[in-house]
């Protein structure tokens, strides 16, 4: 199975200021995602990242407010733009192994632990 | 809609009893079914999956699901709890008319497995 690895594991951050959170997935992968997990809350899917195509976004989430960067088959990164307390979460990345687009299950990273303050 | 429910917030259960962690869906066509499992300050964990054949299905660490088209229904269980089996379990679908790309997540079942 995939080993995914998020920068940062966790961080606080300043009203206004904007985060990079970075994934690297240890194999090449078609389809990787972005989750939010709010506290005492579920996965919401914000965006699908594949490599050489714009990022693909959920109702809700826009490209202003988090944009994404899938430069290649490996990796990824998620930007929380002008953050403010409500976007206090949990992130995850996660990617489906292999290049197939049928059913299968996902992999994730640990998680990057926002605190907006 | 498209959604998962998970009924429970919390699941009690003393260790070497048989557990079981409900999961219900409201998805058009025939979804596949998962559960993940996220241990404390982890990311998610794959523990099995229903894609399609035998009604019950075997994942890791001991754990099975048996899906249920008539009741819409996809219940983790195990025969015998640990107290290492306490984490966080979340039930998911892959909706079949989203090209199978995307899971739609349950609330997530705590599960506490006392000594």
């Known amino acids: 199975s995939a080993v995914i690895s998020q920068k940062p594991s966790r961080d606080i951050c300043q009203r206004g200021t904007s985060l990079t959170i970075q994934c690297q997935v240890d194999s090449q992968v078609t389809m990787m995602f972005w989750y939010r997990q709010q506290p005492g809350q579920s996965l919401t899917l914000i965006a699908t990242a594949n490599q050489g195509s714009e990022a693909t976004y959920e109702s809700g989430f826009v490209i202003d407010k988090f944009p994404i960067s899938r430069p290649n088959l490996t990796f990824s990164t998620l930007t929380v733009s002008n953050m403010s307390p409500e976007d206090s979460s949990i992130y995850l990345c996660s990617a489906k192994e292999g290049s197939g687009s049928g059913p299968g299950e996902l992999f994730f990273g640990e998680g990057s632990r926002l605190t907006v303050l | 809609a498209q959604s998962v429910a998970q009924p429970e917030d919390q699941v009690n259960v003393a260790e070497g009893n048989p557990l079981t962690v409900k999961c219900t869906y409201s998805v058009s066509g025939n979804p596949y079914l998962f559960w993940y499992v996220q241990y404390p300050n982890r990311g998610l964990q794959f523990l099995l999956k229903?894609?399609?054949?035998?009604?019950l299905v075997k994942g890791s660490y001991g754990f099975e699901a048996e899906f249920n088209k008539s009741q819409t229904s996809f219940h983790l269980k195990k025969p015998s709890a640990l107290v290492s089996d306490s984490a966080l379990y979340f039930c998911?679908?892959?909706?079949?008319?989203?090209?199978?790309?995307?899971?739609?997540f349950g609330t997530g079942t705590r599960l506490l497995v006392s000594p």
């Open positions: 998911a679908v892959n909706p079949p008319n989203t090209g199978f790309q995307k899971l739609v």
């Open positions: 229903y894609i399609t054949g035998d009604n």
